[in-house]
């Protein structure tokens, strides 16, 4: 496969710039892959399309104010750094900007509480760089750091909180799961109160989300790995949920690929944590998860490719060419779709 093959044509005032005035009140592109067919919906309306004993996976992952502003200790040079993975006590991998002055061994200045020194060059052009501070971690990266906000964003947003989930646990990720953007407290209560059952697993988004597909092949695009968990009670309510008949619908792509990374052949889910690098194309076989609640997603992006592996490349497109017809919005702030 091509990575090209994965490119269409998206007029740039569907770029999502802020969120919907209520996260339910987006659209939502409802997708039947038996019959083919696409209906047009709000996302309070997911309440319809999920039954009794169904299983929602969704992934409580809380986005750090992951990007720095820092001045070079000895010139004043402006560096940008956006920390993606924590390596170590004090240590993380991120990017930097520019790059050929962040070289190893110099200093950088966040501000009065934070300083960081680059300690690694990595080969992909990121680099690993420890935080030097006094006190708790995540007080000063919330006095220090920004909202990571993808680059396709912008116009600032005033109430960052839209950013997370509502239920947004776990700090780590530097990208939000944006499929989870959608629901509030009360959708989800009124799930629950249908019997759909509700499972949560982890996974830290980190530099898959901002690396594109640069290969010409898709085969030969390297996946960054990811942190995820998957607790014995999620694995027990989901395994549960399928002997008893019902749906695995995972909220967004980081759940989906959390399950098909934590599952066996036979579609058992198994309580583990580690590392994924798990890159689902076409052709891939789909072993825990049933359906998918997503966004829409840039051209030629692993996760155009996610979604195209669980209805086929063509259709997928097809339905992406229908959502720019509607005048769908797009990304991260976007609309969403159901994948049934």
């Not at 809380?62 to 402006?78: F, K, Q, W």
């Given at each position: 496969m ?9 007029p740039?005032?569907?770029i999502?710039q802020?969120p919907?005035?209520r996260r ?10 038996g019959?083919?067919s696409?209906?047009d919906k709000?996302?309070?309306n997911i309440?319809d399309?999920?039954?009794p ?10 986005v ?7 001045t070079?200790a ?7 750094l956006?920390?993606l ?9 991120c ?5 050929r ?11 009065d ?5 680059v300690?690694?060059?990595l ?5 690993i760089?420890r ?6 971690f995540e007080?000063?990266l919330?006095?220090?750091?920004e909202?990571p ?14 950013y997370q989930t509502?239920y ?10 944006t499929?989870g ?14 019997g759909?059952l509700?499972a949560?697993v ?6 898959g989300?901002?690396?594109?597909v640069?290969a010409?092949n898709?085969e030969?695009?390297?996946m960054h790995?990811?942190y995820y968990e998957?607790?014995?009670?999620a ?7 399928r002997?008893?008949g ?6 967004g ?7 098909e990374?934590?599952?066996d052949?036979s579609?058992k ?9 798990i ?10 998860v049933d359906?998918l ?5 840039l ?10 592996a669980l209805s ?15 005048r769908?919005?797009?990304f991260?702030f ?7």
């Amino acid at each position: 496969m091509k990575t090209s093959d994965f490119y269409y044509e998206l007029p740039e005032e569907l770029i999502a710039q802020a969120p919907a005035e209520r996260r339910d009140l987006s659209r939502l592109l409802i997708y039947d892959r038996g019959k083919k067919s696409i209906e047009d919906k709000v996302f309070y309306n997911i309440v319809d399309y999920l039954n009794p004993g169904d299983v929602l996976v969704r992934n409580t992952t809380r986005v750090i104010p992951a990007r720095l502003y820092a001045t070079n200790a000895e010139t004043g040079g402006a560096m940008e750094l956006l920390l993606l993975k924590r390596v170590g006590e004090t240590d993380w991998e991120c990017l930097v900007k520019p790059g050929r002055k962040a070289r190893v061994g110099r200093n950088f200045i966040v501000n009065d509480e934070l300083s960081v020194t680059v300690i690694k060059q990595l080969d992909d052009g990121g680099r690993i760089v420890r935080l030097n501070y006094q006190g708790i971690f995540e007080e000063v990266l919330e006095r220090a750091g920004e909202m990571p906000l993808p680059p396709y964003i912008t116009e600032r947003t005033a109430d960052m909180a839209r950013y997370q989930t509502v239920y947004a646990k776990q700090n780590g990720s530097a990208a939000a799961p944006t499929a989870g953007l959608h629901f509030t407290d009360e959708l989800l209560e009124k799930l629950r109160a249908k019997g759909v059952l509700i499972a949560d697993v982890l996974l830290h988004v980190g530099l898959g989300t901002f690396r594109p597909v640069s290969a010409e092949n898709v085969e030969e695009h390297h996946m960054h790995s990811e942190y995820y968990e998957v607790s014995q009670e999620a694995a027990d309510i989901i395994n549960g949920a399928r002997q008893n008949g019902g749906r695995v619908v995972s909220v967004g792509t980081t759940g989906c690929r959390t399950l098909e990374s934590a599952s066996d052949d036979s579609g058992k889910v198994h309580a583990q944590k580690g590392w994924t690098s798990i890159f689902i194309t076409p052709g891939y076989k789909f072993k825990a998860v049933d359906a998918l609640i997503t966004n829409f997603h840039l051209p030629e992006s692993t996760l155009l490719m996610l979604v195209s592996a669980l209805s086929g490349r063509e259709l997928m497109l097809e339905a992406y060419e229908e959502a720019i017809k509607e005048r769908y919005r797009f990304f991260s702030f976007g609309d969403a779709m159901f994948i049934k």
